[in-house]
């Protein structure tokens, strides 16, 4: 009754289009990653439309940044309007409420840049015909592992596209302490990554907190190379295992009890590398969770493809899963027991942008 009530309260106008907008509000929140990966692209272009046509649904502040967004370009030959990166993260205010696009042109950058939370709203963008690179060589034993990063984001509503991050340090020989190198590290929440190369070896991708996309991307690593407590969805990114020797893990997601929901979802990756003995994800902390679906594995991956990481406790509080994947490292038959391939209905919350709440904010790569 009370329902049919505040019905009538409505304009008739407003009573007559009310199924339809719920009906496109249900598709835009709801709406699966689908199974053919050749209709990932017009999926993603559906469902993550530019700010302009998706006013009063997204963060308010997200939508007043995008409209007063303003370019500064980095150029090392002196044509922009300045030579470094950080010249230029530092010229940006703090409180910034307006998107800052910085335009970074081709060539090697060797800083070690940080973004702190007070700088929102900011885009590092290079020309996908020649992709930027930042490098430097930092490891845990001089700053820690977390602040070892080449680039570490602090702040909300960060965009990566079109860039190269690296960490140049060497390769970690098992015996030295502190060789963990990150390339990035993203603590900030509502970022995206979008035709970004992330290279390193140990603790690559520090995905440390908060909602992240990363899309046709390219992560290289060897022992636990994207980590952290975020909760991300990876969309059609290359996983490139340097497991030619050692021990390599790709995920060591931290989620400490099912009280946090964080956790990684892999959707249409492709899983690629040297060696055979690679694992999908090891138990870090007590209760990690990370999906895989769709994704293509390659002989790279050892048949249990899970560890428990010496912990026979943790096999009840794993959320390690899989959905339809493929190839020759997905086979199911010597999986670890405490592994799980999904069902149809179980696997829904991972293959949907519902899963880091993007209808609220994630937009497309910009075009500069």
Partial sequence: ?????????????????LPLLLALAQVAVSDPIPADRSQVNAWFQRNVQPYTARKGTLDPNLEAAEAGSRVIRVRQDGSGDFKTVTDAVKSIPAGNNK????SIGAGEYKEKIRIDRTKPFVTLYGSPNAMPRL???????????????TLIVESDYFVAANIIIANSAPRPDGKTAGAQAVAVRVSGDKSAFYNCRLLGFQDTVCDDRGFHFFKDCYIEGTVDFIFGSGTSLYLSTQLHVLGDSGLTMITAQARESNAEDTGYSFVHCSITGTGNSTYLGRAWKASPRVIYSYTDMSSVINPLGWSNNFHPDRDRTVMFGEYKCSGPGSNPAGRAKFGKQLGDAEVQPYISLTYIVGSKWLLPPPRV
């Fill in 1 to 17: 009754m009370a329902k049919t009530l505040e019905m009538r309260r409505l304009p008739p106008l407003m009573i007559a289009i």
């Fill in 99 to 102: 998107r800052v696009i910085v």
């Fill in 135 to 149: 490098s430097f060589p930092g490891t845990a034993a001089q700053f820690g592992t977390v602040d070892s990063a």
